[in-house]
């Protein structure tokens, strides 16, 4: 069982308006009913394009694999082992779920990677422990890796944990379950044991080699396929506990990533990949050699980056020549004393120049922020704020700062910031420090992410997107499609700027006349559109 987690953080902020994910559709009838706009719907705005008239958000035309599910399941295949997989996605009440699968299963593996809170990994354990009653549940991935002690204490129903790499661990625990033998001998395994004092003991720890490792690969053909560089992270920033699922950072070689995505594209038709390491840009003698390598592969791609990685104009411009097309960045902050608190290794001056390298570049990027980090006050979160008011340009995601667990660094500051989480079940609603609490900060998300969209003409909201093709319009450039995305957002987020909708209907109508410049239309409905294929990435 794998997949995403039960909601996208910060998704709360498209409650009731026309961009929410679940009840968008009617949001907007309620809200435009008995107005001049009443029958409007989002889903009306299109375009011609080639003779064709295209829907403006048109649903993904692929599916991107789950890294974790092809990951495992080729991990299983390979030491003999048949599975079935199940979306966790199905399990947390979002829409129907698909029925799960039925055999006779003799374990359940449950990848942690997309849960991060102990509230909805208890309700996965229980739901398999119901579902599938008195087989092992076996657990792996990221939540499960830092929280392994508390994990089994706290949840009976978990009979192990793989820490680490599991490539080797996994098919040696099963082979142990099938045929006999001491859980001690299995290396990465946590495994309950009644005369320990916690109630479990942990076995040798070992990490592989992930060069000399076969990267997986996904079964069929995918347009999009993610990819995983390496593990760990070679950075200490204190609010991530990345380093300590995989102290040891190791990373795979240029020449492995190329041959990689090279298989990618020959095998499985890949013309896309999305490195999904925290950081894909070093260490800098390995992207000097992707650099070399990488243009001739022939396979676009986008990953995350530091702000101090981009350092030069030609720099920027060789990252783009390897078919690059969409660089993620964590600024994380524009006020230097936060920077220092969070042990970013990173300054303004960074980011004020990474972002204008790429705002003058030919890259695609996003650039990340968020409100409330332990130490910060509202009088530091306000550099942020006017940076993102005044001088951005192009997609961003501004968070409200989250407590995941105990492991992260940021603990090391509890008495000198003051850190608490008031409610150990819901830690990401429930903190304060000497600067803010979490009611501040999400008021401070929330009162930027409004002004930046009223009086920033050229920043836009990375939220609402994820369920529509990238570019909205890929027969037009950069600027163009953001300028498109941002009209979108003003009309979706009409219901939040402006409760009386007959207020709204100047504003959704002077939207649409700057939609309209750039080729777009409404429709008089969605009938009216063609089933024929337009995407970019």
């Known amino acids: 069982m794998s997949g995403l987690g039960p909601t996208l953080k910060n998704s709360d902020y498209l409650a009731t308006t026309m961009l929410d994910r679940q009840d968008g559709a009617a949001n907007t009838a309620k809200y435009l009913s008995g107005t001049p706009l009443e029958g409007f719907g989002l889903d009306r705005l299109g375009f011609r394009h080639n003779g064709a008239d295209y829907p403006l958000l048109r649903p993904r035309y692929y599916n991107v694999p789950h890294l974790t599910t092809f990951a495992v399941q080729e991990i299983l295949e390979r030491a003999g082992h048949t599975a079935d997989t199940y979306d966790t996605t199905n399990l947390w009440g979002q829409s129907l779920p698909e029925p799960p699968p039925q055999g006779d299963y003799r374990a359940a593996l449950l990848s942690t990677s997309f849960i991060w809170t102990e509230r909805d990994l208890r309700h996965a354990v229980r739901w398999i422990a119901e579902t599938y009653p008195g087989i092992p549940i076996i657990l792996g991935g990221q939540y499960s890796n830092l929280k392994y002690s508390s994990l089994m204490r706290s949840v009976p129903e978990i009979d192990y944990i793989v820490r680490g790499d599991g490539e080797e661990a996994l098919p040696a625990l099963l082979d142990m379950l099938e045929n006999g033998g001491s859980p001690e001998a299995v290396a990465n395994l946590v495994y309950r044991h009644p005369r320990e004092l916690l109630g479990h003991r942990m076995s040798a720890f070992r990490y592989l080699d992930l060069d000399a490792y076969p990267s997986p690969m996904p079964k069929g053909s995918w347009r999009v396929i993610p990819y995983e560089s390496m593990r760990g992270c070679p950075f200490s920033c204190k609010f991530c506990s990345f380093p300590a699922a995989s102290p040891k950072w190791r990373y795979k070689s240029a020449e492995k990533i190329a041959a990689d995505w090279r298989r990618y594209a020959d095998e499985s038709g890949a013309s896309y990949i999305s490195a999904m390491d925290s950081t894909f840009t070093v260490p800098p003698t390995r992207l000097r050699e992707l650099l070399r390598l990488l243009p001739d592969v022939g396979v676009a791609w986008e990953a995350y980056s ?232």
């Not at 994380?332 to 220092?340: A, G, Y």
């Not at 960074?350 to 390298?357: G, M, V």
């Not at 409610?423 to 930046?452: F, K």
């Not at 994820?466 to 570019?471: T, V």
């Open 306 to 537: 530091r702000a101090n990685v981009l350092k030069t104009a030609e720099l920027v411009d060789a990252i783009a020549a390897t078919h690059c097309q969409f660089l993620s960045i964590g600024f994380e902050s524009m006020s230097e004393s936060t920077l220092r608190h969070m042990n970013k290794k990173v300054t303004r001056k960074d980011n004020l120049r990474a972002f204008r390298l790429l705002n003058e570049g030919g890259l695609g990027y996003r650039c990340s922020f968020m409100a409330g980090y332990p130490g910060e006050t509202p009088e530091d979160f306000a550099e942020t704020r006017d940076f993102l008011a005044e001088e951005y340009a192009g997609h961003f995601m501004l968070s409200v700062f989250s407590i995941s667990d105990e492991t992260m660094p940021l603990w090391e500051d509890k008495e000198a910031l003051r850190i608490k989480v008031h409610d150990p079940d819901d830690p990401d609603y429930s903190w304060s420090h000497i600067g803010m609490d979490v009611h501040t900060a999400r008021r401070l998300n929330h009162s930027t992410l409004d002004l930046v969209r009223r009086v920033n003409e050229r920043a836009v909201l990375r939220l609402w997107q994820a369920d529509y093709q990238h570019l909205l319009m890929p027969q037009l450039g950069r600027w163009d499609n953001i300028a498109v995305e941002k009209a979108v957002e003003r009309i979706g987020m009409a219901p939040r700027d402006y409760p009386d909708a007959a207020e709204a209907v100047p504003y959704i109508r002077n939207q649409l006349d700057a939609l309209a410049r750039h080729g777009v239309s409404l429709y008089p409905d969605t009938g009216a559109f063609t089933d024929r294929p337009l995407f970019h990435f």
